[in-house]
């Protein structure tokens, strides 16, 4: 094993040569050179991994009733220092808007996820950064650090 090794550190150029002639050989299993068309597809949706019948399929079921859907999205907002405050209202100010779409189930992020805080009552929910609506609907944003 360690010769087979040395070789494969010897000669990289040979191991390449012959990992593209291997992969060159499973091309007609993927691909239909005759009709033109590809062997394989890609299906994104993960409903099609689980089995319907089995336990995995019941919980698959549950969490699609929870959650609304099993399709969730991502949005990133690029800033310098993502809790200063004009970062903070302006994710606070797309979450809200993000949540107003039709079909939006939930939205989390730094301005809307709840977390446990002590207060003099016990402990409660509360935003993790502190965000509090004022009257004229803009935000005042406490500095959690």
Request: charged fraction near 20%; hydrophobic fraction near 50%.
């Amino acid at each position: 094993m360690v010769r087979g090794l040395r070789f494969m550190a010897a000669h990289p150029w040979v191991v390449l040569a012959l990992a593209l002639a291997l992969s060159a050989l499973t091309l007609p299993s993927v691909y239909d050179f005759r009709a033109g068309a590809a062997r394989v597809s890609f299906e994104p949706a993960g409903d099609r991994l689980v089995a319907r019948t089995d336990e995995a399929g019941a919980l698959y079921a549950r969490t699609r009733r929870l959650f609304g859907s099993d399709e969730t999205m991502i949005i990133g907002l690029l800033a310098d220092d993502a809790f200063a405050s004009e970062p903070l209202a302006s994710l606070l100010r797309v979450s809200r808007r993000i949540r107003e779409l039709p079909g939006v189930h939930h939205v989390s992020s730094l301005a809307t996820i709840p977390v446990p805080r002590a207060d003099s009552d016990g402990i409660g929910f509360a935003p993790l950064l502190g965000l509090h609506s004022s009257h004229d609907e803009s935000c005042e944003i406490v500095d959690a650090r």
